[in-house]
């Protein structure tokens, strides 16, 4: 209606302003006048109009629905599609997750840890008794030597009591440390430091490596995990000469000997690269053996199989190579 009452108010202008003019050219004006009146007024209604009345006016708009042409498996192979690169990225551009995993600062203390060190001790230290003697001629001169050199058992409990007590302390040492580390050092580092070998070795063989590159990812996180353990041992030990160092100093002082102290000093500094020599060595071959092992073996057993082989045969090969070479004994 409202397009209607401004075309006829325009007519009834149109009509004021061309009296006294030609009749046909009021006539062509009032035509041109009415044609652009009626086309801006139907618009106006068209646009004011709903979508089913719009055909009324001739309205040349066309609209779109295109999602009610869309089936229900486009838009889940869509909605799939979207939520796979979703996926993707979030793997690909996601923090990574460094749980580190701390055991009991006493841990050396518990029963099946504890057990187990104790009967390694003790065996270490008695079994030596229970092999027969090399020399020996007949079986009178045995007898005769049993008789006059009994066996001593007090002195081998001793030892094991005293290797228990290493054991537990370096144990103990290297929970320390690994507190220290988590403390001190980036969460990356930390987790590397105290992480699970011979699961890592497991993770590691499923990742379809080659044997080289296997071997050397196996032996660089035993290197790092194996480092804190090797770093307890050496401060032990370490502790242990300085004890027996500055012990003999002050028996020296009370009975007023005269004794050389840079020679005392002198052997101190050679016990502590003795010790450093050692514990180097144990860390490099355990490395290697753990290497080794996961890479013949399977891959967890193998690894710490190989770690404790090579602990234990590095500072006996360096010590061959020393004498063999250089005449130093270690």
Not at 72 to 98: C, G, R, V
Not at 157 to 185: D, G, P
Not at 254 to 273: A, P, R
Request: charged share 20%; proline share 3%; with cysteine.
């Amino acid at each position: 209606m409202a397009g209607i009452a401004i075309v006829l108010d325009l007519w009834r202008k149109n009509q004021n302003s061309s009296f006294g003019l030609h009749s046909s050219h009021a006539f062509q004006s009032s035509g041109a006048f009415f044609s652009a009146s009626a086309a801006a007024a139907a618009a106006s209604v068209a646009a004011g109009t709903g979508f089913a009345s719009r055909a009324l006016f001739g309205s040349s708009v066309a609209y779109c629905d295109a999602g009610a042409a869309l089936s229900e498996d486009y838009s889940s192979s869509i909605q799939s599609s979207f939520e796979k690169k979703n996926h993707y990225d979030a793997l690909k551009y996601s923090i990574k997750q460094y749980d580190v995993e701390l055991k009991p600062l006493f841990s050396a203390f518990e029963l099946r840890t504890f057990a187990l060190t104790s009967i390694r001790s003790f065996l270490m230290f008695y079994l030596p008794l229970l092999e027969p003697r090399a020399e020996m001629e007949d079986d009178e001169d045995f007898l005769e030597e049993d008789q006059e050199h009994p066996v001593d058992l007090v002195v081998p409990l001793k030892k094991s009591v005293k290797q228990i007590l290493r054991e537990s302390t370096v144990v103990t040492t290297r929970r320390i440390l690994e507190r220290i580390a988590v403390h001190y050092v980036s969460q990356r580092m930390a987790w590397k430091l105290l992480k699970d070998i011979p699961r890592s070795a497991t993770r590691k063989a499923g990742r379809n490596m080659p044997t080289v590159v296997y071997f050397y990812c196996v032996s660089r996180t035993t290197f790092r995990g194996h480092m804190l353990g090797v770093a307890a041992s050496w401060l032990v030990q370490v502790g242990i000469d300085l004890y027996r160092f500055f012990s003999s100093s002050f028996k020296v002082q009370n009975e007023d000997n005269d004794v050389d102290k840079t020679n005392e000093v002198g052997v101190l500094g050679q016990k502590i690269f003795i010790t450093t020599v050692r514990c180097t060595s144990s860390l490099i071959f355990a490395s290697i053996g753990a290497g080794i092992g996961a890479t013949l073996v399977r891959p967890s057993l193998g690894q710490w199989i190989g770690c404790v082989a090579g602990d234990l045969a590095g500072p006996i090969i360096v010590a061959f190579c020393a004498d063999q070479l250089f005449q130093v004994k270690l």
